[in-house]
């Protein structure tokens, strides 16, 4: 398992290292470069060679790389002009909060879609089932911002229980200070995701109730609740692990349609803006984050894959 | 469905007789299975009866409902399936009127249950010794500790070398015939009266099937408990069984003391099953025969049935066959059948097809269209994922020598992992050797260019186990039949279309099968297809990889009688592998036994199965159930112990003498094949060469 964690480790590690130099080569294929994108149209040439300068952006490419590279390891992603602020700062203000919101819409929604799909799996073309598939293809199908609206007309308008807002506040402190505020766009998210995994999980149950295995542990005359839950489950799951694993960017990038809407301050509000003012610190740094990101999700779903399931691990062990 | 319930005789009813009261009754039980497109009525009005300690064998092809009948009484029929009447009484009580939880407990601690496939019967994320001991915890709420304890004592019991070591593992860590042994044990914690066993051995290899039947015939006797053995080969069951019944389409056709259905069957299906068997012809007199081979399918039992459901299919059948409900007769031999087999009415009297002139013997002097010699195949075994390392390597052919002449049929034997289907793949050029040489009428193929290589291929042509999976799914059979044509770039459209008709008569379908799909075709008219397409660009030699492995009895005997005829109307050579020793024997002129990489006998087909001269060819023979139930001959003998060792450090010298009974210390060197025509590779050859009049045949020397 050791051997194991540490080559995956290794392989991450140079995909890593192939990351920041596309983002490099990214920041460098500029129009015009980095000063003409920083000062605008109106900088003189003097402007932008003392900009350059500066940066150290006359220096030959590798120096670059390396100096990169070195600012990256301490933390520093850039400077943006158009914030006036560092990169790593905006992006420290609005990570925790984003992380938030997605970490609380997707353990709803797992545990809201595990339920479900082996439901449906155990009731396989039966009423649960036909009903359950119709709803979440109906979630499925409908577009996020009419969803999250629906839910704002619905239990902020016709029926006023819950802040139509998400929490205004600045700290992550503050904004978990008002729970009520998270719950609409929380739920929001999770519709779209437990329709998803619901339906992974259920066609992940199909196959694994149809497995001999399932049979011998019928021939047991064990009860049908114990075949689910003691033998078909745990296998029944792989699948999920990896949708997590897919999942991780998204913790980091956030969700722009739910942020708006709810006018949370976010990872995908942030995104959004310094695209269109063309901020390309902020972009570059947002696109190296949620490249590690990742990198890290499909790592955490090898080695969650090895810990769920013995023959991944002791082959790997053992080779 | 006209099935005459409340006049059907039934001599086993409760205190009906002295005899001790039957273990388990089924009484005209019918199951259905609902499918999309209709509902599949597998088992009609089936009454069976097990005794305490005894063993039925319930034999019969795909399709006849053997494996429903014990999916039936063990309630685990696939999802559609119900019985829908009859009773199942088990020790008296009718498991159809008891309530769920009650039929549950029966099920998990009086019944046990063994499956077919080992390598997927058991749960691959939970350890051993949880599996074994779960129907304790659950059924008798034994603690973890004592449920441990309990679970190593049996694994025990089943053979299970280590056992302690074993409860923590996880089912992959295990060979297929330790995994049958857990399940065995799984199936035996609960000291069950009833064991049923659902084709415990067909996954398996003979050597190792015969220490499982073994196992189940001693824990039977140690259990004192009853076993149902569910197998389509009557040859397992006819060293097993005490009493047999035969199923077809869904219902019991005879049953029997075994020794008495295999002496005197008394079912026209029994009787032409038994003929379709290959080991039927190939006694000292009857080599070379063809094989009786039961003409059409079973019937489709999604459909209303009338009369005896054999008939069709059957040579004796009268237009009152088609038309009466036959039942079962009474008494020990019961059977259902309007014409039985008499004395005088035994199908060798009345075998309508001679034996064929044989044209035995193919020349010996005619040059070999292969040779194969000194060949290798190492596999390079690496580990680790994104940085690989050899780590060794697999040798999967080592050092392989034979030759086959036009018009023979050269059998290549062994159990699986022994490296034969490799050699048939280097045979096509599906492969290329590590060394050696592969000389295909007269030309080394190594030595040719890619043009002339794609040449040779018209030459040799593969045919596989499963044509299904050998044939493109979206292709439909012309064009499946006219693609070598067209690789090959022989003749025009039309031409092509004339020699895709001109195989499908060869190989016996009709003609309009041309605008049909793979899926809509049973396995045996697949293998035709799968030879019509080897057949396609006139080679003289095929190799057949298992071309029978998949069929029923009466199916596999059509496909071998077509392969011999078209053998001997087109001279063809075949290089036919298999595990089945019977069939191989049957087809082959010479047999090559191979064993992890090496051909340790080869000879003539008679000779090497009736006088074998390698320990290991005789463990062979010997682990292969006859259907004789009474052998006449004391066989010798050999058993096998152990596991087949690794292909990736294979031992060294003689790659048997880790298993062999009679190894010394000289079999760490390596034995040469030596011989004239009945040639060896050990230093301890079981039966001297038999002196043969005239010059060396067919040999290598």
Known sequence: ????????????????????????????????????????????????????????????????????????????????????????????????????????STLLAIVVAIPLGVVQATRRNRWPDYTITSLSLLAYATPIFFLGLMMIILFSQVWPILPPEAPQGFTLGEVLADPAGLVLPTVTLAVVTVAVYSRYVRSSMVDNLNENYVRTARSKGLSERRVVVQHTLRNGLFPVITLLGMYLPALFSGALVVESLFNFPGMGQLFWQAALKRDFPILLGVTLIISVATVLGALLADVLYAAADPRVRLRRSAS | ?????????????????????????????????????????????????????????????????????????????????????????????????????????????????????????????????TQVAEPLRVHEGVGKAEARARAIEILRRVGMPRAD????????????????????????????????????????????????????????????????????DLGVIAGRADRVAVMYAGRVVETAPTARLFRAPRHRYT???????????????????????????????????????????????????????????????????????????????????????????????????????????????????????????????????????????????????????????LVVGLEKPTAGQIVLDGTDIATLNRRERRRTHRQVQLMFQDSYAAMNPRMRVDAILAEPLEIQQVGDTSARRARITELLDQVGLSRRVLERYPHEFSGGQLQRLGLARALALQPRLIVGDEPVSALDVSIQAQVLNLMRDLQRELGLAYVFISHDLSVVDYMSDRIGVMYLGKLVEVGPAHDVVRAARHPYTQALIDAVPSVDPEPAAPRENITIRGELPSALNPPTGCRFRTRCPIAEQICETEPPLAGDRHQVACHFPLRPEPRTAGAPTGGIG
């Open chain 2, 1 to 129: 469905m006209s099935a005459p319930i409340d006049t059907a005789p039934y001599d086993g009813a409760p205190g009906d007789s002295g005899e001790s009261r039957p273990l388990l009754q089924l009484r005209h039980l019918s199951t259905n299975i609902a499918l999309r497109r209709g509902t599949v009525h597998a088992l009609d009005d089936v009454n069976l009866e097990v005794r305490p300690g005894e063993t039925l064998g319930i034999v019969g092809e795909s399709g006849s409902g053997k494996t429903m009948t014990a999916l039936s009484v063990m309630g685990l029929l696939p999802s559609g399936g119900s019985v829908v009447g009859g009773q199942i009484l088990f020790e008296g009580r009718d498991l159809r009127s008891l309530p769920p939880d009650e039929v549950r407990r029966i099920r998990g601690v009086r019944m046990g249950m063994v499956f077919q496939d080992p390598l997927t019967s058991l749960n691959p994320t939970m350890r051993i010794g």
């Open chain 2, 271 to 425: 009787e032409a099953l038994m003929e379709s068997l290959p080991e039927s012809v190939t006694g000292e007199t009857g080599a070379g025969k063809r094989l009786y081979s039961i003409p059409g399918l079973p019937p489709d039992l999604s459909r209303p049935l009338n009369g005896c459901r054999f008939a069709p299919r059957c040579r004796f059948a009268t237009p009152e066959c088609r038309t009466t409900e036959v039942t079962l007769s009474t008494g020990e031999h019961r059977y259902a059948c309007l014409h039985p087999v008499t004395a005088t009415t035994t199908a060798t009297a009345v075998r309508t097809v001679p034996a064929p002139p044989s044209t035995e013997a193919p020349e010996a002097a005619t040059e070999a269209i292969l040779s194969v010699r000194d060949l290798v195949k190492d596999y390079g075994a690496t580990t680790g994922g994104l940085l690989r390392r050899a780590s060794g390597q697999v040798s999967a052919v080592a050092g392989v020598s034979f030759e086959v002449h036009p018009g023979e049929t050269f059998g290549l034997v062994g159990e699986s992992g022994c490296g034969k289907s490799t050699v048939g793949r």
């Open chain 2, 165 to 232: 070591k074993i409860v923590d593992d996880y089912p992959h860590q295990l060979s297929g015939g330790m995994r049958q042994r857990v399940v065995i044990a799984m199936a035996l914690i609960c000291s069950p009266r009833l064991l049923i066993a659902d084709e415990p051995t067909t996954a398996l290899d003979v050597t190792t099937q015969r220490q499982i039947l073994e196992l189940i015939d001693d824990l039977r006797e140690e259990f004192g408990m009853a076993v149902i053995l569910v197998t389509h």
């Open chain 1, 1 to 104: 398992m050791a051997r194991y964690l540490i080559v995956r480790l290794g392989q991450a590690l140079v995909i890593v290292v192939l990351v920041t130099i596309i983002t490099f080569v990214i920041l460098h294929l500029l129009p015009g470069g980095a000063a003409r994108a920083t000062l605008g149209k109106e900088a003189t040439l003097e402007q932008l060679a003392a900009f350059d300068h500066e940066m150290g952006y006359d220096r030959p490419w590798i120096q670059q790389y390396v100096m990169y590279v070195q600012r990256l390891l301490h933390g520093d992603l850039g400077y943006s002009f158009q914030l006036n602020q560092s990169v790593t700062e905006a992006i420290g203000q609005r990570l925790p909060k984003t992380m938030v919101l997605s970490l609380l």
